[in-house]
């Protein structure tokens, strides 16, 4: 397999009034072309923060981030403008993500007209393009975003994404704002577009159900740091870390005959402002010993 991303060592701090905190702390991993890495964990472990790092959106504090065999870790903005053109993001809230003062056209429109692509003419034929491969009708091309639901908004987004034709792309929980049903509509028009288009995901979600549909591989976080990463169907039957152990015995299942060890997880998550130099899981952990510390 191709490989197209690679982090090594990334790191991302920010100032915090009672010290450093560690947002993403030495984190390593690496994504095929064409396949899904999904990121779990639970709120405030940094899954959002590694994703918005791995596309610039944020700069790293440290380490490297090698797209297409480059490294991209400190580009002028020039080549941070080319970048965009094949790194792109679907954020979480389908609402507060787009402009109310722009129409769904415009909306999507608007990265080609940043980056000068496209005549008039051109730009509408792929518009309409765009909203018919994600499955919204173009009768609402002249709509705000205030007369959608949200799962018309989230269409939106993207297709705002693919408009400049991107290889890899970040979805930031895109369903997580979503009702139930709505969900599974979007997660078959991403898979559907991965297919077509050879895309590659990095999909940042809490729901463990949603990963095992979706990915190829899974990375899971704690507190800033990367516990656990395998193939899907590897760490769904035999999870190695406990906290990976927790998480998946957590999931609902809709069998009330099954039966099944749950792994609880008590305690508080530990603090990731100047962390101690010890395992982060710690406190939580059925087998911590003197090691640990």
Do not use: W
């Not at 577009?193 to 949603?210: A, I, N, P």
């Amino acid at each position: 397999m191709e490989e197209l991303l690679r982090v090594e060592n990334l790191k991302k701090y920010f100032k915090n009034p009672a010290g450093m905190l560690h947002a993403v702390d030495n984190v390593s991993f690496s994504i095929n072309k064409g396949d899904t890495l999904g990121v779990v964990g639970e709120s405030g472990c940094g899954k959002s923060t590694l994703g918005r790092v791995m596309i610039k959106l944020l700069e790293p504090t440290s380490g490297t981030i090698t797209f297409k065999g480059k490294d991209v870790t400190n580009v002028s903005k020039k080549e941070k403008k080319e970048l965009r053109k094949k790194m792109q993001i679907i954020f979480q809230d389908p609402y507060s993500s787009l402009n109310p003062r722009l129409c769904v056209f415009d909306l999507i429109a608007d990265p080609l007209k940043t980056y000068r692509l496209l005549n008039r003419a051109q730009r509408q034929k792929k518009v309409f393009e765009l909203m018919d491969m994600v499955g919204l009708a173009r009768r609402f091309a002249y709509s705000y975003p205030h007369e959608l639901d949200g799962g018309r908004r989230q269409r939106i987004g993207i297709a705002r994404a693919l408009s400049l034709d991107p290889e890899f792309i970040v979805c930031d929980e895109p369903v997580s704002a979503l009702d139930v049903s709505i969900q599974a509509q979007i997660l078959n028009v991403l898979q559907d577009l991965q297919q077509e288009k050879q895309l590659t995901y990095t999909f940042v979600t809490h729901d463990l159900s949603v990963v095992k549909h979706i990915s190829t591989d899974v990375l899971v976080m704690y507190t800033g740091v990367m516990v656990e990463k395998a193939r899907t169907d590897d760490l769904y039957m035999m999870p190695l870390h406990p906290y990976t152990k927790g998480l998946l015995s957590a999931i609902p299942v809709p069998d009330i005959d099954y039966k099944r060890q749950k792994v609880k997880l008590k305690g508080e998550l530990s603090s990731p402002v100047e962390p101690k130099d010890e395992c982060r899981f710690v406190a939580r952990c059925l087998y911590a010993t003197e090691i640990c510390r």
